[in-house]
Antibody, heavy 122, light 113 residues
Framework: QVHLFQSGAEVKKPGASVKVSCKAS????????LHWVRQAPGQGLEWMGI????????TYAQRFQGRVTMTSDTSTTTVYMELSSLRFEDTAVYYC???????????????WGQGTVVTVSS | DIVLTQSPDSLAVSLGERATINCKSS????????????LAWYQQKPGQPPKLLIY???TRESGVPDRFSGSGSGTDFTLTISSLQAEDVAVYYC?????????FGQGTKVEIK
């Protein structure tokens, strides 16, 4: 069964960094890309970036450039998203999602993690 | 960035009736050489991650009930729920995956009348 399992909730102070993990199982890790999407409370979905597990090549949304780092570890089939210089407005649920790659039927996001709540509070 | 505008923002439909959600893109999502529209629809229930319903604008994801259908091409797309069920109460999002950054519509909330 294909599954993306994310790390637990985090509470951080402004200016700190947070690192969220997403462990993939049930499929060949290197044949699909993984994305990060966030959702602020009561708001819509915002794409943050994509990581190709082969070589950890990445593309980030411009608004997060310089603050976000996405990496992958093929030995543990895990991808990571680190967001630095946290602000109150970074409070959101962060999702990883599978989408695209050589084995994908399309680039749509067919599998999602359960979400990780990140709260930025002083 | 590609802007996706959904309409309406919310709608209330009686059980068993049809629900229609529109999504308009600021640029064409049709890849002519493949004749495919790079648009997907998702359903999100409270406290849950989004769920893929439709990709390539009209291809139903495995396991999705056939009351859900997608149509459209180029810049104008529609998600139709042919006979609304109680379990369809959710927010629905369209998304384009042609361009980077990937972008989503603002969402349409579907409720029971």
């Amino acid at each position: 069964q294909v599954h993306l399992f994310q790390s637990g909730a985090e509470v951080k102070k402004p200016g700190a960094s947070v690192k969220v993990s997403c462990k993939a199982s049930g499929y060949t890790f290197t044949t699909y890309y993984l994305h990060w999407v966030r959702q602020a409370p009561g708001q819509g979905l915002e794409w943050m970036g994509i990581v190709n597990p082969v070589g950890s090549t990445t593309t980030y949304a411009q608004r997060f450039q310089g603050r976000v780092t996405m990496t992958s570890d093929t030995s543990t089939t895990t991808v990571y998203m680190e967001l630095s210089s946290l602000r109150f407005e970074d409070t959101a649920v962060y999702y990883c999602a599978r989408g695209g790659g050589i084995a994908a039927l399309s680039d749509a996001f067919d599998i999602w993690g359960q979400g990780t709540v990140v709260t930025v509070s002083s | 960035d590609i802007v996706l505008t959904q309409s309406p923002d919310s709608l209330a439909v009686s059980l068993g009736e049809r629900a229609t959600i529109n999504c308009k893109s600021s640029q064409s999502l049709l890849y002519s050489s493949k004749n495919k529209n790079y648009l997907a629809w998702y359903q999100q229930k409270p406290g849950q991650p989004p769920k893929l319903l439709i990709y390539w604008a009209s291809t139903r994801e495995s396991g999705v009930p056939d009351r859900f259908s997608g149509s459209g091409s180029g810049t104008d797309f529609t998600l139709t729920i042919s006979s609304l069920q109680a379990e369809d109460v959710a927010v629905y999002y369209c998304q384009q995956y042609y361009y980077t950054p990937r972008t989503f519509g603002q969402g349409t909330k579907v409720e029971i009348k």
